[in-house]
């Protein structure tokens, strides 16, 4: 086995700041940042948290299979945007991943598979072909006490009972991967934006070898005014304050009752810009990095640029009524500057 990369990972609640990190990484000798590229196929919906799910918490005999066609779809299209990045073997070393916690597979049918298809295809592949037996068998089936069963087209099927082994060979999948973005061993760390999300953070550490975490949260007043004017992100909900508001407190309703390890550490995007060196020296020590490998000081994260994007609501007094109500929901969300 390669010898572990360290491995630091940067995540947030969705423009709340977590390139400050990757760019920050940017500045180290002995580090490779693989900048703003989101590596997040541990939470993707069908992503391995999901595949866990069914093999290793439901165990269900086709609710399985459905978990493994799922991941093999995401993968394959994930494939062409993350090769690059893994000299060319994302999809081979991802195969080895999915084969090796495969237990058994067949070609076979259930009422799952033609809804994996469009209508016109699902019609085609097995509307059509039901139709046809269906009718002969009226006309010159012959007769027995036994139900007439259509014969569908088969497709591979899968079960997996790989609950012992998921954790040790998740770990290893990732670790063949981060081998591949450093094949000749030039740097001790390496940081990949959003390999795990900033809640629940328990369970995704678990996939890794040599992982800690930074989570980057950002002022809710800046980040309404960035969405609502600039971004126009629809998975942020600025056309309604109210709505952001309740959606903003929830994604963050985990910290009551969610407690981090020593590998997570949660800092202010403010923090970065307004307590620079105090948050450096913060970010360094929890990373075990030497500050003399900080060769290249702010020539990616610059905290004289990064202000600009700060106190928005001073420059755009027309949200002001929308501001107020945020710091009157949302006070001890707002930074204290």
């Not at 081979?92 to 016109?120: A, C, H, M």
């Not at 059509?128 to 497709?155: A, C, M, T, W």
């Not at 981060?178 to 369970?203: A, G, H, K, S």
Request: glycine content about 4%; overall charge neutral.
């Amino acid at each position: 086995m390669h010898n572990l990369k360290k491995i630091i990972t940067c995540a947030s609640y969705g423009g709340t700041g977590s390139s400050a990190v990757s760019d920050l990484f940017k500045e180290f000798e002995n580090v490779k940042s693989m900048g703003d590229f989101e590596f997040s196929i541990a939470h993707d919906v069908d992503g391995i948290s999901d595949l866990q799910h069914y093999i290793v918490d439901d165990m269900h005999r086709l609710k399985v299979d459905e978990a493994i066609y799922r991941f093999k779809k995401l993968t394959n299209n994930i494939a062409p945007n993350y090769e690059r990045f893994f000299n060319n073997k994302f999809k081979e070393i991802t195969n080895e991943y999915i084969n090796s916690l495969i237990d058994v597979e067949w070609d076979g049918f259930w009422l799952q598979q033609p809804l994996r298809y469009g209508k016109i295809e699902r019609k085609i592949r097995y509307g059509i072909p039901g139709k046809i037996q269906r009718i002969k068998n009226s006309l010159f089936g012959k007769k027995h006490d036994y139900e007439f069963v259509v014969y569908y087209k088969r497709s591979k099927m899968y079960y997996s009972c790989a609950r012992d082994r998921f954790i040790e060979n998740t770990r290893k999948y990732f670790e063949k991967l981060f081998y591949e973005l450093d094949v000749n061993n030039e740097f001790e760390y390496l940081v990949l934006d959003q390999l795990i999300p900033p809640n629940n953070t328990e369970r995704y550490l678990n996939y890794f070898n040599n992982l800690k975490c930074i989570v980057v949260d950002r002022d809710p007043r800046d980040l309404y005014i960035l969405n609502k004017k600039y971004w126009r992100e629809g998975w942020i909900p600025t056309e309604d304050v109210n709505v952001y508001i309740k959606w903003y407190r929830l994604l963050r309703e985990h910290l009551k009752y969610e407690k981090d390890d020593d590998r997570v550490l949660r800092v202010k995007f403010e923090d970065f810009i307004y307590n620079y060196d105090k948050t450096i020296n913060e970010v360094l020590k929890f990373a075990g990095i030497d500050s003399s490998k900080h060769t290249k000081k702010q020539q990616y994260f610059n905290p004289n640029i990064s202000i600009k994007n700060t106190k928005l609501w001073e420059k755009n007094i027309e949200f002001s009524d929308e501001i107020r109500l945020i710091e009157d929901k949302l006070n001890e969300f707002c930074y204290r500057y």
